[in-house]
């Protein structure tokens, strides 16, 4: 089946630093890419949409100069996550699709102290 | 817009109970997938099961088994005989096909807690 992979599963940063956070789809090509944020106890929210080669398509409410979407090719996507603060705190994940279905990555887990 | 209901916030049950979490949902869309995914505390979200609206055919696994029913826009998830390591927050979801296919709105999930 279709594999996708988060890079990092984790990470812990200072309040005020970037972190990027990557989404690779391994054996297909993703022509569209999706970012979710969970936080605590709630349920994963669609932040932005990301398709290959085009600027992001990002949700109501979500930063776009804040949550920088990067999608370079077919299968890899970047959030970057500019100037974190602990509210930025949250499980994000990604979920690629080739047109037919999604599928979603295993998450990254973001503390921002 | 996509909506997806999960009425149960919480279900406690003791184990080998059998117990079946809700899940309804509304679209306009003719086309569209729905989806069950499983979050243990670890955190990553682990995929259950995928059906397309125009497969209406309940469908068992092991001890799962979902029942999906559009006359009444639901797509319900039973766990026969359940184990503490069911203990999770289950997630159902609708997604959008073609285009848009990945793109899924979630509902606000189920956290089970199967004692033993």
């Known amino acids: 089946g279709a594999v996708v992979s988060q890079h990092p599963s984790w990470v812990i940063c200072k309040s005020g630093t970037s972190v990027k956070i990557e989404c690779r789809s391994l054996d297909f090509q993703a022509t569209t890419m999706f970012w979710y944020r969970q936080f605590p106890k709630q349920s994963l929210m669609l932040m932005a949409t990301?398709?290959?080669?085009?600027?992001?398509?990002?949700e109501q409410g979500v930063e776009k100069d804040k949550f920088l979407i990067n999608h370079a090719s077919l299968t890899l996507s970047t959030l970057t996550v500019t100037s974190a603060h602990p509210e930025d705190s949250s499980f994000y994940i990604c979920s690629a699709s080739q047109g037919r279905e999604g599928y979603f990555g295993p998450g990254t887990r973001l503390t921002v102290l | 817009a996509q909506k997806v209901t999960q009425a149960q916030t919480e279900i406690s049950v003791v184990e080998k109970e059998d117990v079946t979490l809700d899940c309804v949902y509304e679209t306009r869309d003719t086309t569209y997938y729905l989806f069950w995914y499983k979050q243990p505390p670890s955190g990553e979200l682990v995929f259950l099961i995928r059906r397309n609206s125009f497969d209406e055919q309940n469908e068992i696994s092991g001890r799962y088994s979902w029942n999906f029913q559009k006359s009444t826009s639901s797509f319900n998830f039973t766990i026969t005989a359940s184990q503490v390591v069911d203990s999770a927050v289950y997630f159902c979801?609708?997604?959008?096909?073609?285009?848009?296919?990945?793109?899924?709105?979630f509902g606000d999930g189920t956290t089970l807690t199967v004692k033993p």
């Open positions: 979801a609708l997604s959008e096909a073609g285009t848009n296919a990945g793109k899924s709105t």
């Open positions: 990301s398709n290959e080669g085009s600027k992001a398509t990002y």
